[in-house]
Nanobody, 117 residues
């Protein structure tokens, strides 16, 4: 089976920076996966989680939702089978559970990011 595990979340203050990490294991096909970060905000169900950022299999194309453009950066390290989400200038509205996904098929358990004002 393919396993996905996020880490790096926590309680931070507005304006802080956090880097989330996501390790993919169980297969040797990480370099073929499009990877993404989704966010479940307070008051929403897991199935309503929004796409925050994605990166294609070759790492040369990225997508960001409008609310995080210029503040978040998604990247991947093929040698470590790891995808990252660098989050700068955090805002209270960034609060939520962040999920890492491979091909929107394999999902991590989520890591909570809480931004206080």
């Amino acid at each position: 089976q393919v396993q996905v595990e996020e880490s790096g979340g926590g309680l931070v203050q507005a304006g802080d920076s956090v880097m989330l990490s996501c390790v993919v294991s169980g297969r040797r096909t990480f370099d073929k996966y499009a990877m993404g970060w989704f966010r479940q905000v307070p008051g929403k169900e897991r199935e309503e989680r929004e796409c925050v950022a994605t990166i294609n299999y070759s790492g040369d194309t990225t997508y960001y939702t409008d609310s995080v453009k210029g503040r978040f950066t998604i990247s991947r390290d093929y040698a470590k089978n790891t995808v990252y989400l660098q989050m700068d200038g955090l805002k209270p509205e960034d609060t939520g559970v962040y999920y890492c996904t491979a091909e929107t098929t394999y999902w991590g358990q989520g890591t909570q990011v809480t931004v206080s004002s």
